[in-house]
């Protein structure tokens, strides 16, 4: 046996790192305390990961900064991990990682808060609160300061309008704004406003609006409305973490890429403002990191990472507006753009691959310029399955797809089954639809315009029953029954396809 003497500064290491450990303000759970540990809280937030989890791993910093802040409050956050803990994981219906849970005296439910430390100790306070809080000399700054976004209703009543109805926002949108409410006379007096009165506190852009519109008749959509408006900056970075903000919005999203390391960076976001002020109502406008969102950028059809860029993009339609990237990034070229696209006066830029040279396969490769022309051929049933050349579920499905494609390979003249790289190819705006996963499969029927979504189990048979189902052509190949030549001109009589049994005498002629 050989005995290992650590050296003084090793020594000094590994204490400071056990040190280190004892000292996270995160709890660890397992299988033998979950339960006393989370059914008695009133509030706590759990994560379930794994060590290997690279999203776990980019989360444990926040996750770690968010409980230390969040214990002043007397809000726990733990975690599980589900290799050293399969079974509690298993228990819990854990499929992913990470998993996060909110627990209320040991009810769960989903955590739907951002992934960043300022996050989640914001929604974690909003889910300590009661709906509205109420409000008195004595929290009231506190209150108007604990959020980005605050909204207090000033009233002489808690039965007067506009109380209820505002009660029913912060009921509704409890995870995603503070709601306060006073009746506190010194309270009104010192925020110089007459009830009734609502009014938005923000730590961005005008930090102080009233409600501007008449409130005693204010509907809770009428709230929603504002706040949703009032909610999202005049432009501010976008993320992982504040996307679906955006996404969410009926509004289209106009985006500046730019280096976030360029010294002129903060100059480039203020010639941007002025037009985000004057378009707010029409456009949201970000700036975002060019760096780290490359890709998004050549899906928003950027084509060269040149920096900064501009594009709007309709989120509704999917469809992308790139301002020339030979042109400066300027307050008047900004404006211009963004003028011209509310005004309806450009031309969406749609990306495509080239038009396959042959066809060589029994799958129909359709790219974007022809997709039109084939899709909407209405003497043909069209089968398309969009996808991804990344997506593990559509390589899955190609050799099916493949094979159902052989099958009708012998009626290409009544149906087409396609397929389409949606990464690479543009839908028109005549298309009624857009992508949102992959693969999305969609039939039209011959003779029409519609789509019909194919929500069925991928397998062979599913897809052929579903073809057959939809079709309006005839899925029977047509029978050559002879070859007749009179006078050195020959031509051939086909049967029609699905006439096999009639009495009538049903053909067509093809001259040779």
Excluded at 6 to 23: E, I, N, R, T, W
Excluded at 37 to 50: H, R, S, Y
Excluded at 349 to 356: D, F, G, H, M, N
Excluded at 472 to 486: A, I, M, Y
Aim: aromatic share 10%; hydrophobic share 40%; with cysteine.
């Amino acid at each position: 046996m050989r005995l290992s003497i650590l050296s003084p500064a090793l020594a000094v290491a590994f204490a400071s790192y056990a040190l280190a450990q004892d000292a996270s303000d995160v709890l660890t759970l397992t299988t033998s305390d979950f339960s006393a540990k989370v059914d008695n809280e009133p509030l706590i937030l759990v994560e379930f990961f794994a060590p290997w989890c690279g999203h776990c791993k980019a989360l444990a910093p926040h996750y770690e900064e968010a409980a230390t802040a969040l214990k002043d409050k007397d809000i726990k956050l733990a975690k599980v991990d589900c290799v050293d803990q399969a079974d509690l994981c298993q228990a819990n219906g854990i499929q992913g990682y990470p998993t996060l849970r909110v627990y209320k005296n040991g009810t769960p439910s989903d955590y739907q808060g951002p992934r960043k430390a300022d996050g989640i100790i914001s929604y974690m306070v909003k889910q300590s609160l009661p709906a509205v809080t109420e409000l008195t000399l004595s929290n009231i700054e506190e209150f108007k300061a604990a959020d980005k976004f605050v909204a207090v209703a000033y009233v002489s009543s808690t039965t007067d309008a506009p109380a209820v109805a505002f009660n029913q926002v912060a009921e509704t949108h409890r995870d995603d704004f503070l709601f306060g409410l006073s009746t506190d006379p010194d309270v009104i007096a010192a925020e110089a406003v007459t009830p009734p009165a609502v009014v938005v506190y923000r730590s961005f852009d005008e930090p102080r609006v009233v409600y501007p519109y008449p409130i005693l008749d204010a509907k809770p959509e009428d709230f929603e409305e504002w706040m949703a408006d009032l909610s999202i900056p005049v432009i501010d970075e976008v993320s992982s973490d504040n996307y679906a903000v955006y996404a969410s919005s009926t509004k289209p999203l106009a985006y500046v890429f730019l280096d976030p390391t360029a010294e002129n960076k903060e100059e480039i976001i203020a010639s941007v403002r002025p037009v985000a002020e004057e378009y707010k109502s029409k456009v949201n406008f970000v700036w975002i990191d060019a760096i780290k969102f490359g890709d998004h950028a050549k899906a928003l059809n950027l084509q060269e990472p040149k920096w900064p860029s501009f594009v709007i993009q309709d989120l509704e339609k999917q469809l992308k507006y790139p301002l020339d990237q030979s042109k400066e990034v300027s307050t008047e070229s900004v404006k211009d753009w963004t003028k011209q696209f509310v005004s309806g006066e450009l031309k969406p830029e749609l990306k495509s691959q080239p038009i396959p040279e042959v066809q060589d396969e029994s799958v129909y490769n359709l790219v974007g310029k022809e997709f039109e022309e084939v899709v909407f051929d209405d003497s043909k049933d069209v089968f398309v399955e969009f996808y991804a050349s990344w997506c593990g579920h559509c390589k899955r499905l190609k050799p099916t797809w493949d094979l159902l494609a052989d099958k009708y390979a012998s009626v290409k003249d009544q149906i087409i089954v396609a397929k389409m790289e949606a990464t690479e190819n543009d839908l028109p705006p005549s298309v009624p639809f857009r992508v949102a996963g992959f693969p999305t499969l969609k039939f039209k029927p011959a003779g029409s315009r519609d789509f019909l979504d194919y929500e069925g189990d991928r397998s062979f048979e599913s897809l052929v029953a579903f073809v057959e189902e939809h079709s309006k052509n005839s899925l029977e190949p047509s029978v050559v029954l002879e070859d007749l030549c009179f006078n050195k001109n020959c031509f051939s009589l086909h049967l029609l396809p699905g006439l096999l049994n009639t009495n009538q005498t049903n053909y067509r002629t093809s001259y040779n």
